[in-house]
């Protein structure tokens, strides 16, 4: 089930696509651990045109048909050395909601300081087992500005804010 996003429209999508060019000019866009060497400008144009005209099921698929993500890799293990551990199969689908989620709330952001409005959030997305760390973020009232430096700053998962709320938590934010 997709992330509904509130205010996902044409001015938003601007945004988004104008916070996307920002992080290619910076060389700061955010490749998973789980992509094949190779196929960055794959997935840098893929990105793109999803947040100018689709969603992020559209994106999920589009990783899933053009083979984006390796099929295994190594991971440490805890008392040293490295075994083989399969890509989760939700690796697709984490990355599209949680990369596109993040340019929704860039360019909302951008949105709220010109329109000088605020962001609230809320859930985008039911999941089984909400977190309770995600449960306290719903219905806060947060400042645009310090939000979009904070997702412009840290690329990836884990923000200082915590928003969005990591991968899977369905969270995300609206005009108010």
């Given at each position: 089930?997709?992330?509904?996003?509130?205010?996902?429209?044409?001015?938003?999508?601007?945004?988004?696509?104008?916070?996307?060019?920002?992080?290619?000019?910076?060389?700061?866009?955010?490749?998973?651990?789980?992509?094949?060497?190779?196929?960055?400008?794959?997935?840098?144009?893929?990105?793109?045109?999803?947040?100018?005209?689709?969603?992020?099921?559209?994106?999920?698929?589009?990783?899933?048909?053009?083979?984006?993500?390796?099929?295994?890799?190594?991971?440490?293990?805890?008392?040293?050395?490295?075994?083989?551990?399969?890509?989760?199969?939700?690796?697709?689908?984490?990355?599209?909601?949680?990369?596109?989620?993040?340019?929704?709330?860039?360019?909302?952001?951008?949105?709220?300081?010109?329109?000088?409005?605020?962001?609230?959030?809320?859930?985008?997305?039911?999941v089984t087992n909400a977190r309770s760390a995600s449960?306290?973020?719903?219905?806060?009232?947060?400042?645009?500005?310090?939000?979009?430096?904070?997702?412009?700053?840290?690329?990836?998962?884990?923000?200082?804010?915590?928003?969005?709320?990591g991968p899977n938590s369905g969270l995300t934010i609206?005009?108010?």
């Amino acid at each position: 089930m997709p992330i509904f996003f509130e205010n996902l429209d044409t001015t938003t999508r601007d945004y988004m696509r104008g916070e996307v060019n920002v992080d290619f000019e910076n060389a700061n866009v955010y490749y998973s651990k789980f992509l094949k060497q190779g196929l960055q400008d794959t997935w840098d144009n893929l990105l793109l045109e999803a947040v100018t005209e689709h969603d992020e099921a559209w994106l999920e698929s589009k990783i899933e048909s053009n083979q984006l993500l390796v099929d295994s890799y190594q991971r440490k293990k805890p008392k040293g050395g490295f075994t083989v551990a399969k890509v989760p199969y939700t690796a697709p689908q984490t990355l599209a909601e949680g990369e596109f989620n993040r340019f929704y709330c860039r360019g909302l952001c951008a949105r709220a300081i010109e329109e000088g409005k605020m962001v609230q959030v809320y859930r985008g997305k039911e999941v089984t087992n909400a977190r309770s760390a995600s449960e306290e973020k719903i219905g806060q009232i947060i400042a645009p500005k310090e939000l979009l430096e904070d997702l412009r700053v840290n690329v990836g998962v884990d923000t200082a804010l915590g928003l969005p709320s990591g991968p899977n938590s369905g969270l995300t934010i609206k005009l108010v």
